[in-house]
């Protein structure tokens, strides 16, 4: 069993930026950020393998949100530049134990209780 622990949410103006961090309390391969507005599916936000080698994004955050992780200290973190209204929403970070970028949320295993993020216009 792997819990996660995410934080760095909160009230930000657009153009802004956040970084989310997700602790892990055990080894984990890939994992992801996903994020969720109320009435609306959970969606994918980023991606990343074990190692870190292989990324992937949500068209609508290409170039301006960085996903990364600290094998070391069992961190992941989401880098949010340029923040958006659009990007308000609970964000939660996700794990599994196969290798590879998923994207679907039925492809995770453990998840985070979430963290709110805020854009105001």
């Known amino acids: 069993q792997v819990q996660l622990v995410e934080s760095g949410g909160g009230l930000v103006q657009a153009g802004g930026s956040l970084r989310l961090s997700c602790a892990a309390s055990?080894?984990?391969?890939?994992m992801g950020w996903f994020r969720q507005v109320p009435g609306k599916e959970r969606e994918f936000v980023a991606a990343i393998t074990w190692n870190g080698g292989s990324t992937d994004y949500l068209n609508s955050v290409k170039g301006r949100f960085t996903i990364s992780r600290d094998n070391v200290k069992n961190m992941l973190y989401l880098q949010m530049n340029s923040l958006k209204p659009e990007d308000t929403a609970v964000y939660y970070c996700a794990a599994r134990y196969y290798s590879g970028i998923a994207y679907s949320p039925r492809d995770y295993v453990y998840w985070g209780q979430g963290t709110q993020v805020t854009v105001s216009s």
């Open positions: 055990g080894r984990t391969f890939s």
